[in-house]
């Protein structure tokens, strides 16, 4: 695009160079160091950072044109600076408008838990049908959607961007910038509850989504998630359901259990069975599978793009990633964490364990507000209804969840955690030999830490 239409896209005052006006932008960034010749650097304040505090090293690098919160006389004789009020909104505008001028087909992913994992799952399934473009990695909110978007070509066949929030706000925001031609809404948990409230909070702020989907386009809702289910079909006429509990007809999935390859699943899609073993721990993986599945058919994918799409999908780090070290299976989920999330990890470690020992390496789960003490009890007494012999604990409400483990009447230990490097130590002392660890909580943990340091530790012993 060029610098007067995105100056016009984000409603920006300023003069341009007519010499400059019809120029095409190399770029759009927003860190100053990653500036090359052609591009446009975005000023956004911040607690930490402020952008237009170094414009000066923008402009040495190239940027043709600076867009800013406030004036910048320093460089207004070199490059043209474009003034809006808020620097963030103006760079939804922009990807908005950008969006417009895609033929590409827009897909929206959400949901409490796994959004991630579907988003990678439905993008690999769709590149085997046509060019296919996607949000990096989890850059889902009001900066991370527009910015990757301004990255792709606009000629792609496919989009396929996930969507997250924390406030009530944030999906009407990522709606108007995304305007999805398809929206996937995998499931819903108490996640974000500071924000949004409570699981009928959690309903509706997801399935604001639907008030964007454009005309003549579908959702593609979980329908094991009643308030979810009930919140899409209320507000959006042509919403097709998925269950993997046997409520839909159409579109189902089950866990057939695992192997020495991974776990092996079972898809139905309008009465054709695709038959899949991933590298992947858990029933719970079987909903991501199947809510990828279930619009990459209805977007022209057969059942061969289906199983070769997910067999080749470049999965997140720590997300559910099992590691055989030293007699042990260590299942890294060590990405995130909310009640959702960390029950279903928690069944799923169980069942790969079997008669095996099991240990639960556990963070605090986070943004839970006022219900953050309750939530954590309810996971120690379903914890104790587990065969886990132990649980390591980071961070706060461990007395939350001790009492819901029992307060010392349950048989299993619970031990607080204090480092990384003094949990090899606590761990060998169970003197348990081989099973299944489950490393799980909110990204501010940093379970992969532990992850890290008991993998080398079992490397070591196995080797010694």
């Known amino acids: ?91 939804g505008r922009l990807g908005a408008y950008w969006r417009s001028r895609t033929s590409a087909t827009v897909v929206a992913v959400t949901g409490s838990a796994g959004k991630t994992t579907v988003k990678e799952m439905l993008a690999s399934i769709l590149a085997e049908v046509g060019e296919t473009a996607r949000n990096y990695k989890n850059f889902n909110n009001q900066l991370g959607v527009p910015m990757c978007m301004l990255d792709f070509t606009g000629d792609e066949r496919f989009w396929v961007l996930e969507l997250g929030i924390s406030q009530p706000h944030d999906m009407n925001e990522l709606g108007a910038i995304v305007r999805p031609d398809r929206a996937v809404i995998g499931n819903i948990g108490p996640a974000h509850l500071e924000g949004l409230g409570d699981l009928d909070g959690v309903a509706r702020c997801k399935t604001d989504l639907l008030d964007f989907v454009a005309d003549g386009g579908r959702a593609y809702v979980s329908m094991d998630y009643p308030q979810l289910w009930q919140a899409a079909t209320s507000r959006f006429a042509l919403t097709v359901g998925f269950s993997t509990t046997g409520r839909s007809d159409r579109f189902s999935a089950r866990y057939l259990g695992h192997n020495e390859e991974g776990g092996q699943y079972e898809l139905v899609l309008d009465g054709e069975r ?104 309810e996971l120690g007494r379903a914890i104790a209804a587990t065969p886990a012999q132990a649980v390591f604990y980071e961070g706060e409400h461990a007395e939350d969840v001790a009492a819901g483990l029992g307060n010392g009447e349950w048989p299993g230990q619970f031990v607080r955690l204090s480092s990384p490097e003094a949990f090899p130590e606590a761990f060998g002392a ?14 501010s943990t940093q379970m992969e830490r532990y992850v890290q340091s008991l993998s080398d530790w079992l490397s070591k012993e196995s080797t010694a």
């Open 430 to 443: 169970l003197g348990l030999d081989g099973g299944v660890v489950l490393f799980k909580g909110s990204r």
């Open 1 to 91: 695009m060029t610098l007067a239409q995105a100056a016009a896209a984000m409603n920006a005052c300023g003069d341009i160079d007519p010499a400059l006006q019809e120029r095409h932008i190399a770029a759009v960034r927003t860190d100053s160091r990653a500036v090359r010749p052609g591009d446009l650097f975005v000023c956004l304040p911040g607690a930490k950072f402020d952008g237009h505090n170094f414009v000066e090293q923008a402009v040495a690098s190239g940027a043709i044109a600076v867009l800013a919160e406030r004036p910048l006389p320093e460089i207004m004789d070199r490059v043209p600076v474009l003034m809006v009020t808020d620097s963030l909104a103006a760079l």
């Open 274 to 377: 695709v038959d899949i073993t991933m590298p992947l721990c858990g029933a719970y993986q079987a909903e991501n599978m199947l809510a990828a599945a279930t619009a990459a058919h209805d977007l022209g994918a057969g059942p061969e793009h289906i199983a070769r799409g997910l067999r080749k999908a470049a999965l997140p780090e720590h997300r559910s990633a099992c590691l055989p070290v030293g007699g042990w299976t260590l299942v890294d989920d060590a990405y995130n964490a909310n009640p959702l999330a960390m029950h279903r990890a928690v069944d799923s470690a169980a069942d790969m364990a079997g008669r095996a020992p099991l240990v639960l390496v556990l963070g605090a789960m986070r943004e839970l507000g006022d219900t953050a003490a309750d939530l954590h009890r």
